[in-house]
């Protein structure tokens, strides 16, 4: 296409887009005939006609699909501007929507997303419109640079970000400086009156709702919201990443701390003790959410973290959550018992809640009475009965694991063994006919044996009641839309172990990133599993001096995959990478 197609300050039209795209060979004279027929119709839709045009799902000339992306790519070619996507994690919102005011950005159709001292880089969809150049480059006094984007992402990041800027201006009015929350260690004093915004304020409510829709909108497992002397910066939880996502006025984050309390049902008050509390609520596309509250005193106020569980995760099949057949098999094998101790081991944030939730939903039929016992109770679930730890009434694990034994259960799981008289009363459970399920914090399958023991469970009540461990890690799996293929060089090569080697293709995949991804290769997360069922020959070893390494030699010689093996086998079917597994599965410690 040739600029003088276009003249400044002239609109693209779908017509002369569309002539040019069969001139460059992108769309063939017969897609170009179809597109030029249905213009009345992009008319009456008051569609951009790239936003028109890629909604046709036409199929370009090299037989790929005709996306906005690839349209951008192609204009932005012959304009000079390149292509960019609009990622609200990397746009710092209150200094681009200082830039202009909202009536000036929609006037002309552009927003600023990077301000730096050097440049501006405005954003726009329409790359022959220049009258605004001159007067914003005047008042700026710096050079634009000008991008060209999606027009449906400029439409909804323009009213997104300047309507949270204006909600967080709002809420911040009669803001003198410092924060003024109970707890700030490092207070500064401001004479003159001091008017800090309501938790009800409208401005407030706004905030707080963007919080929970954006955190949904970028797929996030958690909200961090932490105070500083002068501001509170908020982050999400993303594939197990933080990312920095906003930063708040001090007095507006105590705000919308106490909002959210409010929602939560906790003590607005109370400023110098941890709470916990729960929030339902909707997702935009009509799913219900739980969020888990739990709020914390620092030195300048208090920090709030809400882990959001989204109860489909309960819905996925055990392949969908990255357990194998062979694995499943053997996982399946041990909770299907009628009785005895099965235990999930790992750090946390590492899955084991959702496999237990997972597990217990597959066993809870009409037939059985499953009860639980969690400090706190992580997803709300009307199969199960849930009791939740309070320590202010002496209700613990091991109380709570003793009422329960009174409420003839059939299946009991115990939120985590932590002391020696937890796992008496899980082991008594188990001899008395009970399957209790569990969780340990240890690095691999192997070590919970060691660990029980090192509480002071005799090995005799071990080998009675452990039916097994299963130890598991999460790993970030490759982006379907941009992985390509990659291969291990030589050197690396040598220096794996024997059995990476032997699951391991010479051919593996890379990230890369794209929109879908927010340019980091890599979209949701799957678990690596370490299953180890108590064997006879592993029950054996218990007596004696017992060896992590003996234990783990004779469950890999019964067919158990090691996390790092498992995760091999995830690389060899393109599903991560070599340095993901490596990143979160430890190698194995002996003793």
């Known amino acids: ?90 746009i710092n919102v209150p200094a681009v929507t200082e830039v202009m005011s909202y009536q000036f950005a929609q006037r002309h159709g552009i927003l600023a997303v990077a301000v730096s001292r050097d440049e501006v880089v405005i954003a726009s969809a329409q790359p022959y419109m220049r009258g605004w150049m001159a007067d914003l480059e005047h008042v700026l006094r710096r050079p634009i640079k000008r991008v060209l984007v999606d027009p449906d992402d400029l439409k909804r990041y323009t009213v997104e970000f300047y309507s949270l ?21 490092e207070q500064m004093v401001e004479l003159g009156e001091l008017k800090d915004p309501d938790a009800n304020d409208q401005h407030i409510v706004n905030i707080v709702d963007w919080l929970f829709q954006y955190a949904f909108d970028q797929r996030a ?25 906003y930063e708040f006025p001090a007095q507006v984050g105590v705000a919308v701390t106490s909002r959210l309390k409010i929602l939560g049902r906790l003590n607005v008050a109370e400023k110098r003790k941890p709470q916990d509390g729960r929030i339902k609520t909707k997702t935009p596309e009509g799913s219900e959410v739980e969020l888990r509250l739990s709020t914390l005193p620092t030195a300048f106020g208090e920090k709030m973290v809400m882990r959001i569980f989204d109860p489909e995760v309960l819905l996925r099949s055990f392949d969908e959550l990255g357990l194998g057949d062979e694995d499943y098999k053997r996982w399946r094998g041990m909770i299907e018992k009628p009785n005895g101790i099965v235990l999930v081991t790992g750090p946390t944030g590492s899955g084991k809640t959702t496999t237990l939730y997972s597990s217990l939903k597959k066993l809870a039929t009409s037939e059985v009475n499953v009860c639980t016992i969690e400090d706190p109770i992580e997803m709300v679930e009307e199969r199960f009965n849930q009791m939740q730890v309070q320590h202010n009434i002496d209700l613990d694990f091991a109380s709570g ?46 070590s919970a044996i060691t660990r029980l023991l090192e509480l002071g469970v005799p090995a ?35 220096q794996l172990t024997t059995p990476w080697k032997a699951a391991l293709p010479k051919q593996i995949f890379k990230p890369v990133g794209c929109l879908e991804c927010r340019n980091t290769g890599y979209k949701g997360r799957q678990g690596l599993y370490e299953i180890l069922p108590l064997s006879d020959d592993i029950q054996d070893l218990l007596d004696g001096d017992i060896s992590i390494r003996n234990i783990r030699n004779q469950g890999i010689r019964e067919g158990m995959h090691t996390l790092r093996l498992s995760g091999a086998q995830k690389v060899a079917a393109g599903m991560t990478t070599v340095a993901e597994v490596m990143r979160v599965a430890p190698p194995p410690q002996d003793k």
């Not at 800027?165 to 009669?174: E, L, Q």
């Not at 299946?411 to 932590?418: A, L, N, S």
């Not at 188990?430 to 690095?443: D, I, K, P, R, W």
């Open 165 to 185: 800027a204006r909600s967080v201006r709002g809420a911040s009015t009669g803001e003198t400086g410092g924060n003024v929350g109970v707890g700030n260690l």
């Open 460 to 494: 005799y009540l071990l080998k009675a009641t452990l039916l097994g461990v299963m130890a598991q890690r999460l790993v970030r799996t490759l982006c379907p839309d941009c992985k390509e293929p990659d291969s291990i060089d030589e050197k690396a090569w040598q």
């Open 221 to 245: 497992s958690d909200i961090h919201i932490e105070p500083r002397r002068d501001i509170a910066h908020v982050r999400f939880r993303i594939d197990g990443v933080l990312y920095n996502v």
């Open 1 to 90: 296409m040739q600029v003088e197609a276009f003249k400044p300050e002239q609109p693209l039209q779908l017509g002369r887009l569309v002539a040019d795209l069969q001139a460059d060979g992108i769309i063939s004279a017969e897609l170009a005939q179809h597109l030029l027929a249905s213009t009345r119709n992009q008319e009456q839709a008051a569609q951009h006609p790239l936003s028109y045009i890629a909604s046709q799902q036409l199929t370009a000339s090299n037989h790929k699909p005709l996306t906005i992306e690839r349209l951008l790519d192609w204009l932005g070619g012959h304009c000079q501007q390149p292509h960019y996507n609009i990622d609200p994690l990397k």
């Open 401 to 446: 694991v003793r009422a329960l034994m009174r409420q003839d259960p059939d299946i009991i799981m115990v939120g985590e063994i932590r002391d020696l008289e937890t796992a008496e009363m899980a082991i008594q459970a188990a001899l008395t006919g009970h399957l209790v399920l569990s969780t340990l914090h240890t690095n691999d399958a192997p």
